[in-house]
């Protein structure tokens, strides 16, 4: 009863509502961890202690959460739910949701006391005020808004107002204008001044004429970089262990599936033997499983629940001859009470042997058979995994090409791969440089950057080879800063060579100098005007043209491209022929 006890008493320790009980002359009987929690109380300062004491001497200013209690304690159909504030010791105010409820002992009619449950939703009040308060102001907006709309309809009915009687001024205007273009043909065109020539003349004085026409433009970055192969490939280690023997040095060329290292594999076979025999245990596990209904443990049980039937069914006839014997008094009443005791015994041992047939049983199961078979799975895993690094413990050279060493992501040069050293798995250990053809790995600043792309035509010089150049294409343009100085950033580009004679290919060496010519910008016919033909005004800029029909001068606005030393690309606004003053 104990145990039950404190087992229940932990249950509500651990709740994460309040729970306080009152026996029925008000006196706190229990007060569980949440309670101390919320309401700022310890247990110490509550538990024996009377309810009205506590909550309603020491702490007068909770009366609505007293007599939430106190109607619960004197009304005997009190079950009841409040939200009420509670002013705990240290000012703070909560709001708790409160339900109470009689108490009762099990097989009891009368109430034993009252249990008090309540729980802070201070934060759910909040939001509920904050809600209304919101919804205080779109009501304000929305009223606000009806208001201005009806602002609008009014400004709206005068601004039909107005354009009405613009309208009729605009009709009245035209019909003046008509009757004094019909009657000036009754003027003497003499005495009219020539206002367009008179305007040309003012405007054309002290500017000078360009015809637009199209040329080529280009502009180019150039950089300097070195000679590097065309691809690099990493040869990788195949496992955690030491390097056995090198069949390489560096520098040196080598044909593809040339043999470059072997690994010891003396630990690496220890562990295939190991995984080996687990795959074995695994797989005979899983056999045994499948067939195991058919097994030597089913069988075994199998007999001994037949041995425990037939055990059984020879006491229970032993003990009927035993009644027969001692009722006509031919044996004594203990050996029918041995009789008795016996078929007990035996119903003992039947049972046991049926209990341990299913359990036997049980274990051929179709989820023990899954089991065994992802165990089985999972070896087989693992000694395929050993058995294709022992297969790769020849590390040969994926292509024609020159043994470099590997690199690290800041460029500098990784440990030297010699026999003894110990390797992790997926290590870089060598780097093959395919040599069909080259690259150029050169840096940009973080001006010229921006205008380099990738499929850009390069055309590469170098001081090794300068009676002749190459041409390329960019391939790569790093997106983040490599190298350089936090003031001076530089990022990786890479040039591929296009295509090389045999010649060119057994002149040029890995490492050589060269310097590249990046075309950036590249357009056959591009309108340029000189550069002080284009007016800049803040965001806009434009250049003044000549009217073919009306002859006189107007502002035309432009979008520009790229700028020269003398000249201004023109994307739009201007076409070829037409003529231009500044």
Do not use: C
């Not at 400004?155 to 008509?178: D, E, H, M, P, S």
């Not at 009754?186 to 002290?206: C, M, R």
């Not at 560096?250 to 687990?278: C, F, H, P, W």
């Not at 058995?387 to 590997?406: D, H, Y």
Request: glycine share 6%; hydrophobic share 40%.
């Amino acid at each position: 009863m104990a145990g039950n006890v404190t087992f229940y008493k932990n249950i509500i320790d651990n709740m994460q509502e309040g729970v306080m009980t009152l026996d029925l002359e008000g006196q706190i009987t229990m007060f569980n961890d949440a309670a101390e929690t919320m309401l700022g109380l310890t247990r110490e300062r509550v538990i024996d202690k009377s309810f009205g004491q506590v909550f309603m001497v020491e702490m007068e200013a909770n009366d609505e959460f007293s007599q939430a209690v106190f109607a619960a304690i004197y009304d005997s159909d009190a079950e009841n739910k409040a939200v009420v504030l509670f002013k705990r010791p240290d000012g703070t105010e909560i709001s708790l949701s409160m339900s109470t409820a009689y108490l009762r002992d099990r097989g009891k009619k009368e109430h034993s006391g009252v249990i008090v449950g309540f729980d802070d939703i201070s934060t759910i009040v909040q939001y509920q005020e904050n809600e209304k308060k919101l919804n205080r102001e779109l009501t304000q907006a929305v009223v606000k808004a009806e208001e201005t709309n009806a602002h609008l309809e009014r400004v709206l009915k005068k601004v039909q107002l107005i354009r009405l009687a613009v309208t009729l001024l605009i009709i009245v205007g035209f019909t003046g204008g008509g009757y004094y273009i019909w009657n000036k043909e009754l003027i003497p065109q003499t005495l009219l001044p020539k206002s367009e020539e008179i305007a040309t003349d003012q405007q054309l004085d002290g500017l000078s004429p360009h015809k637009v026409t199209s040329q080529f433009i280009s502009s180019s970055v150039s950089l300097t970089g070195f000679v590097a192969p065309i691809e690099e490939l990493n040869v990788l280690a195949p496992f955690e262990g030491k390097v056995k023997e090198q069949f390489f040095h560096y520098d040196q060329r080598v044909e593809k599936g040339a043999l470059l290292l072997t690994m010891n594999t003396a630990t690496l076979e220890k562990e295939s033997r190991e995984v080996q025999s687990k795959f074995f245990q695994a797989e005979q596990k899983h056999q045994e499983l499948l067939n195991w209904q058919k097994g030597t443990d089913v069988a075994k049980a199998r007999r001994s629940f037949t041995k425990a039937t037939t055990a059984l069914d020879n006491a229970r006839k032993q003990v009927d001859v035993s009644e027969q014997l001692f009722k006509k008094d031919i044996i004594a009443e203990s050996e029918l009470e041995s009789a008795r005791t016996g078929f007990f015994n035996q119903t003992l041992d039947f049972k046991a042997a049926q209990e341990e047939l299913d359990v036997v049983k049980g274990k051929g199961d179709k989820v023990y058979v899954d089991i065994a078979r992802l165990e089985l799975e999972n070896a087989r895993f693992a000694l395929d995994e050993v058995k294709q690094k022992l297969t790769g413990a020849s590390l040969r050279s994926p292509v024609e090409g020159v043994v470099l060493r590997s690199q690290d992501e800041k460029g500098s040069n990784k440990k030297n791969i010699v026999p003894g050293v110990s390797v992790n798995q997926g290590e870089k250990l060598l780097t093959i440089g395919n040599l069909d053809s080259f690259s150029i790995r050169a840096k940009a600043d973080e001006v010229d950057i921006g205008k380099i792309q990738v499929g850009q035509e390069v055309i590469v010089r170098g001081d090794a080879f300068l009676d002749t150049f190459l041409q390329g294409q960019v391939t790569h343009v790093s997106s983040n800063a490599i190298g350089g100085t936090s003031d001076n950033p530089e990022f990786d580009v890479i040039i591929s060579i296009s295509e090389m004679t045999q010649a060119q290919v057994k002149r040029i060496r890995l490492g050589m100098t060269a310097n590249v010519e990046i075309t950036v910008y590249n357009k056959p016919s591009a309108i340029l005007v000189p550069l002080n033909g284009v007016v800049i005004s803040g965001e806009k800029k434009w250049v003044t043209i000549k009217d073919p029909q009306t002859g006189s001068l107007r502002e035309v606005e432009v979008k520009t491209g790229m700028t020269t030393m003398d000249s201004v690309e023109i994307l739009d606004g201007l076409s070829v022929e037409d003529i231009i003053y500044y």
